[in-house]
């Protein structure tokens, strides 16, 4: 099931990725959009977009900065990805009074 979730979403990107960059599309629901790098005239988002089943697809596309420069989606570019939880310990200094 989740490997035809997996391509019904990328043929449902080849139409049109747009309308996935937020909202709900077929009910898959866009999660998160991550900014990537940035350049000069182009930046990178990386999309989290959760399917039907609960599973959850990482694609990303490249955003033009001006009206000169096109959007841009490798259409190959769909991986299934879990959730990982992460703790960060920051240890800082304080007087010792």
Not at 11 to 23: A, K, P, V
């Amino acid at each position: 099931m989740v490997e035809d979730e997996l391509g019904l979403l990328k043929e449902l990107l080849r139409e049109d990725w747009s309308e996935f960059t937020y909202g709900t599309n077929d009910g898959f629901v866009t999660v998160e959009v991550l900014d990537g790098d940035h350049r000069r005239w182009s930046s990178y988002q990386t999309v989290i977009t959760r399917g039907p089943s609960g599973q959850h697809y990482r694609w990303g596309y490249e955003q033009g900065h001006t009206e000169y420069q096109e959007n841009y989606r490798d259409d190959n570019e769909v991986t299934r990805v879990k959730p990982v939880t992460k703790q960060v310990t920051i240890t800082e200094w304080e007087p010792d009074e």
